[in-house]
């Protein structure tokens, strides 16, 4: 997959700049500076039945979305990539990719729909997981079984943020022989290079910071690894069909070029926002690590960076008093936070997130997420003000 990460004079570019020009180039036909939108679903075959040019059919793939894929490679220094139609599809992929008889190892705190994916699909596969807490790497070495062949870690996780080690799993994958895999939706290719820190595959819900404007669902699995050995992820594409429609495609190529200043703001954004809340008598606790007092945050310093400048994103979650009754009702009172699931999108938005997940949800009953968006931070911090002081 080619890369644009290096300039003419070969010095290594810049992530805001490799976010505008990964992938693209002139359009050679018209001259046309935004990339083409690619329809068509069949391509035609040379006279001698080949397809030269590289395309059959648009499930196995189609222009625009392979422009997207190498985009995201890029951006995550991977060789390999495969965008799917949700982060689900992305996640199932990977995890499905053990095969039958084997075992996972699992973030905890994990986002709720992969432990979904875990206990309620994976099992009639003959795939097996246990979820520990991937922050202690000891216990990661207890949880790993002979049949072992993925550590699947999320880091941010959600809805604690909790900050995983990724080169102490990965050296715990490699003394093992097993793969790891990482979900950086949370974290973005902005903050956080998974595959450079030692993992074989970095996930995507594409339809959080990547979209950008909560108007796409889809995913991504960047791997290490050239396509030859991509193949166990490429068929879970290709064959399973859960691809993304070129259109989508075309907007998350659109909203990369954004993604580095979307991202900046909405981080510092999270962290003023945190630091308010922290000296509120109204809250309880306070989880981001931006914050000194998280016990992450060393680790998330170190391990989240963008030009040598920590970074730890824009989801932000606090507790409140009385349970989930207290929590609602705060919610409830906000004007510019909007009461909605998901992340990443320029509106900043407020889930309460026991009940959004539901039965055996892990999050605290008094719990508020917030995911920051890029509105002026004093006005977000007067909204919050405000449905805090009633
Ligand atoms: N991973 C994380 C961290 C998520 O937050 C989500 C969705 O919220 C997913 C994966 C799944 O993504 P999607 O909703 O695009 O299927």
């Known amino acids: 997959m080619s890369s644009g990460a290096h300039g003419d004079d070969g010095h290594a570019l810049k992530l805001e700049t490799r976010a505008v020009h990964a992938?693209?180039?002139?359009?050679?036909?018209?001259?046309?500076?935004?990339?083409?939108?690619?329809?068509?679903t069949t391509f035609e075959r040379d006279a001698d039945g080949r397809w030269s040019r590289g395309?059959?059919?648009?499930?196995?793939?189609?222009?625009?979305?392979?422009?997207?894929?190498?985009?995201?490679a890029d951006l995550e220094g991977g060789s390999s990539c495969a965008a799917f139609a949700s982060g689900s599809a992305a996640t199932l992929a990977v995890l499905q990719s053990v095969g039958a008889g084997c075992h996972i190892v699992v973030t905890e705190d994990c986002y709720y729909g992969t432990l979904q994916q875990l206990r309620d699909l994976l099992?009639?596969?003959?795939?097996?997981?246990?979820?520990?807490?991937?922050?202690?790497?000891?216990?990661?070495?207890?949880a790993l079984r002979d049949n072992t062949r993925l550590i699947w870690v999320e880091t941010p996780s959600n809805p604690l943020l909790r900050i995983t080690d990724i080169s102490a799993m990965a050296d715990i994958a490699r003394a093992r022989g097993c793969?790891?895999?990482c979900d950086n939706t949370f974290a973005t290719p902005?903050?956080?290079?998974?595959?450079?820190?030692?993992?074989?595959?970095c996930i995507h819900s594409t339809t959080k910071y990547i979209s950008g404007h909560s108007d796409v669902v889809g995913g991504a699995v960047i791997g290490a690894c050239e396509e030859d050995q991509f193949e166990a992820?490429?068929?879970?594409?290709?064959?399973?069909?859960?691809?993304?429609?070129?259109?989508?495609?075309?907007?998350?190529?659109r909203s990369l070029n954004t993604l580095p200043l979307r991202v900046r703001q909405q981080s510092a954004n999270a962290?003023?926002?945190?630091?308010?809340?922290?000296?509120?008598?109204?809250?309880?606790?306070?989880?981001?690590?931006?914050?000194p007092g998280h016990p992450g945050h060393a680790l998330a310093?170190?391990?989240?960076?963008?030009?040598?400048?920590?970074?730890?994103?824009?989801?932000?979650?606090?507790?409140?008093?009385?349970?989930?009754?207290?929590?609602?009702?705060?919610?409830?009172?906000?004007?510019?936070?909007?009461?909605?699931?998901?992340?990443?999108?320029?509106?900043?938005?407020?889930?309460?997130?026991?009940?959004?997940?539901?039965?055996?949800?892990?999050?605290?009953?008094?719990?508020l997420r917030l995911a920051v968006g890029i509105e002026n931070p004093i006005d977000l911090i007067a909204d919050l003000q405000q449905a805090l002081d009633r």
């Open 190 to 201: 902005v903050f956080q290079h998974p595959l450079e820190l030692g993992a074989d595959y």
């Open 233 to 253: 992820v490429r068929r879970w594409q290709v064959k399973g069909g859960a691809v993304p429609s070129p259109f989508d495609c075309w907007l998350l190529l």
């Open 23 to 40: 992938g693209r180039a002139v359009d050679t036909a018209t001259g046309a500076v935004t990339p083409p939108l690619h329809l068509s």
């Open 179 to 181: 793969k790891l895999a």
């Open 271 to 291: 962290l003023q926002i945190a630091r308010f809340l922290g000296q509120q008598p109204g809250v309880e606790a306070v989880h981001y690590p931006g914050l």
């Open 301 to 367: 310093s170190r391990q989240m960076q963008l030009d040598g400048q920590p970074g730890f994103g824009s989801v932000v979650s606090f507790e409140v008093p009385g349970g989930a009754a207290q929590a609602l009702a705060t919610a409830a009172r906000t004007r510019l936070f909007i009461r909605a699931t998901s992340l990443g999108g320029v509106e900043s938005l407020i889930e309460h997130r026991a009940s959004s997940e539901g039965p055996g949800s892990r999050a605290p009953d008094g719990l």
């Open 55 to 72: 395309y059959d059919y648009a499930r196995s793939s189609n222009p625009t979305r392979r422009l997207l894929e190498t985009a995201l």
């Open 123 to 142: 099992p009639a596969l003959g795939i097996e997981a246990t979820m520990t807490d991937t922050t202690n790497p000891d216990a990661v070495r207890s």
